[in-house]
């Protein structure tokens, strides 16, 4: 079944409401300064809102406007797989590749003319976004710092740094000898967030400790 022009301008509307509502969600994203911002979700939006659209009216009656949606779910799903790294004991882009994926849908629901589902799902994705963005340990999951620090090792130095750091063991420990002198070298992971002010205070306490360095996330 095809369309005449007055069919064709309205799908046009249908595609300029799939535009406005990934600008929204992605808008909402690029002020997070997530890696999927304004650009990804609006044309992974109105994209899905395209391939409903012609999955229901340019193959006529052969069409199958189900199989069609299902490939669009299972493609912008492969899209949000490349979002998703494992880094410094962090799983990173997860939900921004959960975004994009619910934005298909709200592109769907567009090209299916389901308009009140579309600006309705919309504002609830803007909505939950923020409300888990709140300042709430409910909400967030335990982040990983990485520290490497050197020190002289003359007898029980090695426990003194896992208790002050709240770590169990060390990464990537080298242990080095010069005449009498034993210096470890390590790389660890805590959940406690050290500034500068306190890793200088660490170091006078413990003159033992060599060197300090606060390692960033790559």
């Known amino acids: 079944m ?8 309205r ?41 409903m659209v012609v999955s229901k009216y340019a193959f006529g009656s052969a069409a199958d406007s189900a199989r069609v949606a299902a490939q669009i779910v299972s493609g912008v799903g492969f899209l949000g797989a490349g979002m998703i790294v494992y880094r410094q004991h962090e799983v990173r882009g997860l939900t921004t590749a959960a975004g994009v994926w619910a934005t298909a849908g709200v592109g769907m629901a567009c090209g299916g003319r389901l308009y009140v589902v579309a600006v309705g799902a919309t504002a609830i994705l803007v909505v939950v976004q923020c409300i888990f963005h709140l300042r709430c340990r409910v909400f967030h999951s335990k982040r990983y710092y990485s520290v490497k620090i050197e020190f002289l090792q003359t007898g029980d130095e090695n426990k003194r740094i896992k208790e002050i750091f709240g770590t169990d063991r060390f990464n990537h420990l080298i242990i080095t000898r010069d005449s009498d002198k034993v210096t470890y070298s390590a790389t660890l992971n805590t959940d406690k967030e050290f500034s500068s002010t306190r890793l200088n205070q660490i170091m006078s306490e413990n003159d033992f400790i060599l060197s300090i360095e606060r390692c960033e996330n790559e």
């Open 2 to 9: 095809g369309c005449n022009m007055t069919q064709e301008l």
């Open 11 to 51: 799908i046009l509307l249908d595609l300029g409401l799939s535009v406005l509502l990934g600008f929204i969600i992605g808008f909402e994203r690029k002020l997070r300064f997530k890696e999927a911002g304004i650009r990804t979700h609006t044309i992974v939006c109105v994209g899905s809102a395209l391939m």
